[in-house]
Nanobody
Framework: QVQLVEFGGGLVQAGGSLRLSCAAS????????MAWFRQAPGSERDFVAA????????FYADAVKGRFTSSRHNAKSTVYLQMNSLKPEDTAVYYC????????????????WGQGTQVTVSS
């Protein structure tokens, strides 16, 4: 098993930046494909980004492509989501997720989830 804790959420003005971190503990971090999802009030949990176990393959949702960057540091057991040019529609609770398999855009694919961190973008 792996335990996940997200950090770095907060309130930012439109056009600003935030960096989210997700720290993992438990089994070897490099064994897990990682992903970020987000969920706004009244909405489903949406895919944001996914990164393979070695970091060589990264997928992004069209809504964040060119603005968000995901990376990982396996020695620190941490995955990151750098969010630039934030928009009010990026407001949501952001979750990291892990799975001991290949990366996927589907939330159902992931076995382990963090508790989420709130990101609020004001206009």
């Amino acid at each position: 098993q792996v335990q996940l804790v997200e950090f770095g959420g907060g309130l930012v003005q439109a056009g600003g930046s935030l960096r989210l971190s997700c720290a993992a503990s438990g089994r070897t971090f490099s064994s897990y494909a990682m992903a970020w999802f987000r969920q706004a009030p009244g909405s489903e949990r949406d895919f944001v980004a996914a990164i393979s176990r070695n970091g060589n393959n990264i997928f992004y949702a069209d809504a964040v492509k060119g603005r968000f960057t995901s990376s990982r540091h396996n020695a620190k057991s941490t995955v990151y989501l750098q969010m630039n040019s934030l928009k009010p529609e990026d407001t949501a609770v952001y979750y990291c997720a892990a799975d001991p398999d290949v990366i996927s855009r589907a939330a159902l694919h992931y076995d382990y989830w963090g508790q989420g961190t709130q990101v609020t973008v004001s206009s």
